[in-house]
């Protein structure tokens, strides 16, 4: 897959991209494609079973900000803090670009879990998405689909939801619920949900072999076994997956964390929807010195490059 071109950010040259920038404990970052190109970077604070997961891995824990901030990509150095959601007792989990204007952040805060919209040149917020039925557990992740609507990981479910506060269910459940079949058991911790070009839904899930999987299913979510369309398990047992991205060009790349240093890498893959198959397992990029507990990844969209996050503590 030598055509996708992995970007890390260290300190202010173009090499590493981490979890932590000046103790930033960036569980989500987004490339923004617009005259002054900037990287934002969303800090998760780690206290229990919420924050930034990079698969296991030691993270900076209570030291983390707990803001979203910018980097310009021209330079790679630090621009500016956007929001500061410490001030709120918030957490900052996954973010993604509205448009040119508006950021979306995905908070987590057991007293108040929520997506909110940020503007970017300010920071200023208003909630987007408040369900505390469809965001009753720690949230992960979450993904813009080609529908407008979000799709949200909240470790042992996905939801589907719409504005204004709209949650959409498969009889009743969650979207994606204790799915049965190749894509049982994964119900413990869905870090990364994403879509394909065709529809279909894809879900990352952190467990131990064989359940560290990607799994595939209906768009319209799973009710029963015959939604679960297909598993690809991780390329190494002690591997967990973290994140997921469909990278323009056709592959899925996803990041797996690992306390065993060597575990951890990106892959690619090949991903069929008329087929329902996901293979071909590549290493895309596997320097355990430069990637290690990868948090996140995102695409800028304009150059082809993947930034990628990390969470070890050490690796900042």
Same mark, same amino acid.
């Given at each position: 897959?030598?055509?996708?071109?992995?970007?890390?950010?260290?300190?202010?040259?173009?090499?590493?991209?981490?979890?932590?920038?000046?103790?930033?404990?960036?569980?989500?970052?987004?490339?923004?494609?617009?005259?002054?190109?900037?990287?934002?970077?969303?800090?998760?604070?780690?206290?229990?079973?919420?924050?930034?997961?990079?698969?296991?891995?030691?993270?900076?824990?209570?030291?983390?900000? &707990?803001?979203?901030?910018?980097?310009?990509?021209?330079?790679?150095?630090?621009?500016?803090?956007?929001?500061?959601?410490?001030?709120?007792?918030?957490?900052?989990?996954?973010?993604?670009?509205?448009?040119?204007?508006?950021? %979306?952040?995905?908070?987590?805060?057991?007293?108040?879990?929520?997506?909110?919209?940020?503007?970017?040149?300010?920071?200023?917020?208003?909630?987007?998405?408040?369900?505390?039925?469809?965001?009753?557990?720690?949230?992960?992740?979450?993904?813009?689909?080609?529908?407008?609507?979000?799709?949200?990981?909240?470790?042992?479910?996905?939801?589907?939801?719409?504005?204004?506060?709209?949650?959409?269910?498969? !009889?009743?459940?969650?979207?994606?619920?204790?799915?049965?079949?190749?894509?049982?058991?994964?119900?413990?911790?869905?870090?990364?949900?994403?879509?394909?070009?065709?529809?279909? %839904?894809?879900?990352?899930?952190?467990?131990?072999?064989?359940?560290?999987?990607?799994?595939?299913?209906?768009?319209?979510?799973?009710?029963?076994?015959?939604?679960?369309?297909?598993?690809?398990?991780?390329?190494?047992?002690?591997? %967990?997956?973290?994140?997921?991205?469909?990278? !323009?060009?056709?592959?899925?790349?996803?990041?797996?964390? !690992?306390?065993?240093?060597?575990?951890?890498?990106?892959?690619?893959?090949?991903?069929?929807?008329?087929?329902?198959?996901?293979?071909?397992?590549?290493?895309?990029?596997?320097?355990?010195?430069?990637? &290690?507990?990868?948090?996140?990844?995102?695409?800028?969209?304009?150059?082809?490059?993947?930034?990628?996050?990390?969470?070890?503590?050490?690796?900042?």
């Amino acid at each position: 897959m030598s055509f996708i071109q992995i970007v890390m950010m260290a300190s202010f040259s173009f090499l590493l991209s981490s979890c932590l920038f000046s103790k930033d404990q960036a569980a989500s970052i987004v490339a923004a494609v617009e005259a002054s190109r900037y990287l934002y970077v969303a800090s998760g604070r780690v206290s229990g079973a919420t924050g930034c997961y990079g698969g296991g891995v030691t993270t900076s824990g209570a030291s983390a900000a &707990n803001t979203i901030v910018r980097y310009n990509l021209s330079s790679g150095t630090f621009d500016k803090v956007i929001v500061d959601y410490s001030l709120s007792n918030d957490i900052p989990i996954s973010i993604k670009e509205y448009n040119s204007k508006y950021l %979306l952040v995905l908070v987590e805060n057991t007293g108040g879990r929520r997506v909110d919209l940020v503007e970017k040149s300010t920071g200023s917020r208003s909630s987007f998405f408040v369900n505390g039925t469809a965001l009753s557990g720690v949230v992960r992740d979450f993904k813009i689909l080609s529908d407008n609507t979000l799709l949200i990981s909240k470790s042992t479910a996905v939801e589907k939801v719409a504005t204004p506060n709209v949650r959409l269910t498969v !009889s009743g459940a969650p979207y994606i619920n204790a799915p049965g079949g190749a894509c049982a058991t994964s119900t413990t911790l869905i870090t990364s949900v994403a879509e394909l070009p065709g529809g279909k %839904l894809l879900f990352a899930h952190s467990a131990v072999s064989p359940n560290n999987k990607i799994g595939m299913v209906s768009q319209l979510g799973y009710s029963v076994v015959g939604d679960c369309l297909t598993t690809q398990v991780a390329p190494v047992a002690t591997s %967990l997956p973290t994140s997921m991205l469909v990278h !323009s060009t056709g592959p899925l790349l996803v990041s797996y964390g !690992s306390t065993t240093a060597t575990s951890n890498a990106i892959y690619a893959y090949d991903v069929d929807e008329t087929a329902n198959t996901i293979s071909n397992a590549t290493s895309a990029y596997s320097t355990n010195t430069v990637i &290690n507990g990868p948090s996140a990844m995102t695409e800028d969209t304009k150059t082809g490059d993947v930034y990628i996050a990390n969470a070890t503590s050490s690796y900042n």
